[in-house]
């Protein structure tokens, strides 16, 4: 369920506010960016701080909302892999709605998989590929591909598989 959250959090804060609520000029403001997420934070607002004698002095609620979002996500990652990826960055979430036609795909092959659940062990995104191989979690890193001691994950081949869908349709 948590996992949804990233799709509500891109449709909320990166399209219908920006959409709906504007400036006098009709320009939405950036709400996931100044609202939730903790990179600018980390990148951009503690240098900006911390060189800037006079930014000190203008800080307020948003910042130290920030900040600790900064540091509620650093401490989660440290528990969770990827928690911000997972549940709530929407860059995560257009990726996701990607992988059914990524260019880097994968297949399991039925004939040499033994059920083992190794594959499915060693995912950090909880993606089972014996399940779903292209699921929208998955991010390719490749670690049930190595993990599998019968070689039953593969990579798709584009050609390979225009061939098929070719055949497909014969």
Not at 36 to 46: N, Q, R, S, V
């Amino acid at each position: 369920l948590l996992r949804k959250m990233k799709y509500v959090i891109l449709a909320v804060f990166v399209i219908l506010l920006p959409m709906f609520v504007v400036d006098i000029l009709g320009q939405g403001l950036p709400y996931f960016c100044k609202l939730i997420c903790p990179a600018g934070t980390l990148e951009g607002g503690m240098p900006l701080v911390l060189m800037n004698q006079s930014m000190r002095s203008a800080l307020g609620g948003l910042y130290a909302w920030k900040n600790l979002l900064l540091v509620l996500t650093i401490v989660v990652s440290i528990l969770i892999y990827r928690p911000f990826c997972k549940y709530i960055c929407p860059l995560g979430a257009i990726y996701s709605v990607f992988n059914p036609i990524s260019v880097f795909r994968y297949k399991v092959d039925q004939e040499k998989c033994t059920g083992c659940g190794v594959c499915a062990k060693v995912c950090k995104m909880q993606v089972n590929p014996v399940k779903n191989a292209n699921s929208l979690e998955c991010i390719r890193c490749g670690l049930c591909k190595k993990s599998c001691p019968v070689h039953a994950i593969g990579e798709v081949k584009l050609k390979d598989e225009g061939v098929r869908h070719q055949a497909e349709k014969v």
